[in-house]
T-cell receptor, first 114, second 112 residues
Framework: AQSVTQLGSHVSVSEGALVLLRCNYSSSVPPYLFWYVQYPNQGLQLLLKYTSAATLVKGINGFEAEFKKSETSFHLTKPSAHMSDAAEYFCAVTYSNTGNQFYFGTGTSLTVIP | DGGITQSPKYLFRKEGQNVTLSCEQNLNHDAMYWYRQDPGQGLRLIYYSQIVNDFQKGDIAEGYSVSREKKESFPLTVTSAQKNPTAFYLC???????????FGPGTRLTVT
């Protein structure tokens, strides 16, 4: 089955600490990978995407993610957490052979402790 | 500004009534999607449409219906057959295969 797994439904970090949110996909077909952020009662906003170009992808708000084919991973990182980073984060994947379907992880809620 | 609009933001209905959620986009995107979001369950696909007058069921289509008469519009009807309709509904669109989905602001439906 083609899917994406986010490890850790809740992550807490101190302000200024490293943020690491994990995402693994499961398919042998080359993926397109995305990270989205959602603030309460709002839609999803794209943070960054991997579409087979550079494996290290930089996004908005200081976030970046690295595509590692050998680990089937696309973890999201930010060197220094800010209070405004507190939100829900979703990893998503699509494949060239699935038409227009996206597959979303169950989300990780990030709490930033002052 | 280009984007996706969903209306209304909050919607309240009595059990047994059908309700239609609006989704409009002016991004000239071919593909459009409807998702349902419940706490702790991420996004679940209800329906999607790749072109006008064509749409496909997603993972949880039972109790829902859609139409795609215009490229810009993809309304979702929540019917009385949907057992647990209270949820946050998100509409999205996509330009093409190599591109991300763009999301609307969502509609929170409460059925009592």
């Amino acid at each position: 089955a083609q899917s994406v797994t986010q490890l850790g439904s809740h992550v807490s970090v101190s302000e200024g600490a490293l943020v690491l949110l994990r995402c693994n996909y499961s398919s042998s077909v080359p993926p397109y990978l995305f990270w989205y952020v959602q603030y309460p009662n709002q839609g999803l906003q794209l943070l960054l995407k991997y579409t087979s170009a550079a494996t290290l992808v930089k996004g908005i708000n200081g976030f970046e993610a690295e595509f590692k084919k050998s680990e089937t991973s696309f973890h999201l990182t930010k060197p220094s957490a800010h209070m405004s980073d507190a939100a829900e984060y979703f990893c998503a994947v699509t494949y060239s052979n699935t038409g227009n379907q996206f597959y979303f992880g169950t989300g990780t809620s990030l709490t930033v402790i002052p | 500004d280009g984007g996706i609009t969903q209306s209304p933001k909050y919607l309240f209905r009595k059990e047994g009534q059908n309700v239609t959620l609006s989704c409009e986009q002016n991004l000239n995107h071919d593909a459009m999607y409807w998702y349902r979001q419940d706490p702790g369950q991420g996004l679940r696909l209800i329906y999607y449409s790749q072109i006008v007058n064509d749409f496909q069921k997603g993972d949880i289509a039972e109790g829902y219906s859609v139409s795609r008469e215009k490229k810009e519009s993809f309304p979702l009807t929540v019917t009385s057959a949907q057992k647990n309709p209270t949820a946050f509904y998100l509409c999205a669109s996509r330009k093409g295969r190599d591109y991300e989905q763009y999301f609307g602001p969502g509609t929170r439906l409460t059925v009592t």
